[in-house]
């Protein structure tokens, strides 16, 4: 990690502690009401696809004497010892010994931080797993899917503890490492879904695991005073990424219809979305042109409505709607806007690549429609 990388991780430790510190929890409360209707609704909306999905996976395996997929078994494995604990812990330790060996607090903060993460929520993931008692899939041929609190081993799928740990030491080290913060959360989504892979879980159980990691994980790299705010600011900061899962699950495998109201929730989509890239187009280059009501969150929120609605699903809709609200009202409060004036090439590149990225999902919602269906 280079002096700059360290600058910039301690400078956004720095903002997000003196949001924070100096934002009240009370004018958060309506975003954070927001993020967590869209968030049960993800759990309703994904609970559907629970068994369809699990006998999808299972249909990806062949039949008993023949031989395995390998990038399926490698996959699955890989997930298996990299999301295990004793993985984990080693990895923590490895970050505390790099750190007092060389001296790198910020290494020392990540190796102490990810073992409070893991610590927390392995506590809350095995409580919650024996309090809730859900049959792993394994019983699914069984016809076997009542809840059996306390029911010992196999009546402990929810939550996917890989997912949990692995999510919640990939948000300390996100937080500490921001310059690779994409990449360690990308290995952890890829534990996470490797479970599904493996058999061992359902849908909502790593979706689940990944939401109680990035509470534990955010808890743990705040101080300990400010866990309520750190909890709430990680909940309306996960919320979109589950809300886009449910979306993306609904499009592929969700024929198109011709019913109501698919097709007007479609193309109206379709006009909301461009309107919203053509709004942050005007936001982001011609800061002379834009009115005062304009904003990036505004425009934002517009983009990811649209793309809600062009599922074709009056529910995904809602949930995406919530989020929207939730994110344009967390940009009102917070007030973060570009300084009028002239636009710098990096800022530039990063706006066409938004653009860009938000038509390339737009003509995806329509190329991917029923691919899977279940």
């Not at 720095?14 to 869209?38: G, H, K, T, Y």
């Not at 299972?58 to 990299?82: C, E, K, T």
């Not at 024996?130 to 609190?149: C, D």
């Not at 196999?154 to 994409?182: C, M, Q, Y």
């Amino acid at each position: 990690m280079t002096s700059s990388g360290k600058g910039q991780g301690a400078r956004g430790e720095r903002q997000e502690s003196q949001l924070l510190a100096v934002s009240p929890l009370a004018p958060r409360l309506l975003p954070l009401a927001c993020s967590f209707i869209a968030l049960i609704l993800v759990f309703v909306g994904l609970f559907d696809w629970d068994v369809p999905l699990t006998r999808f996976v299972r249909s990806l395996s062949p039949p008993a004497g023949s031989v395995p997929n390998p990038w399926l078994v490698q996959f699955s494995d890989l997930g298996d010892r990299l999301g295990k604990g004793e993985s984990l812990v080693f990895l923590s330790l490895l970050l505390l010994a790099v750190g007092y060996g060389l001296k790198r607090p910020q290494w020392k903060d990540a190796g102490r931080q990810s073992l409070i993460a893991h610590g927390l929520v392995a506590v809350v993931a095995n409580i919650v797993k024996h309090v809730i008692g859900r049959p792993r899939p394994k019983f699914m041929h069984a016809g076997n899917l009542e809840l059996s609190p306390a029911g010992g081993s196999g009546w402990d799928s929810f939550p996917s503890g890989h997912a949990a740990a692995a999510i919640a030491v990939a948000t300390v080290l996100a937080a500490k490492f921001p310059r690779a913060r994409w990449p360690i959360l990308a290995a952890a989504v890829a534990i996470a879904a490797s479970r599904i892979v493996r058999g061992s879980h359902y849908l909502t159980d790593v979706v689940g695991g990944a939401a109680l990691g990035c509470v534990m994980g955010a808890i743990a790299v705040h101080p300990w005073r400010e866990w309520r705010a750190a909890a709430g600011l990680a909940l309306c900061r996960m919320t979109p990424y589950f809300v886009v899962t449910l979306a993306f699950v609904w499009t592929i495998v969700q024929l198109p219809s011709e019913a109501w109201p698919y097709q007007q929730l479609l193309w109206s989509g379709v006009v909301v979305t461009l309107a919203g890239l053509v709004g942050h187009v005007v936001w982001a280059v011609q800061p002379a042109w834009r009115p005062t009501w304009l904003s990036g969150s505004l425009t934002r929120s517009l983009v990811g409505l649209g793309l809600g609605m062009t599922t074709g699903s009056l529910f995904v809709s809602t949930a995406v709607l919530l989020v929207s609200t939730a994110h344009w009202l967390a940009g009102l409060q917070e007030q973060v806007e570009p300084v009028a004036g002239h636009v710098g090439a990096r800022a530039a590149l990063a706006e066409g690549l938004f653009i860009v990225a938000m038509l390339l999902a737009l003509v995806a919602s329509y190329a991917l429609k029923g691919i899977v269906p279940m």
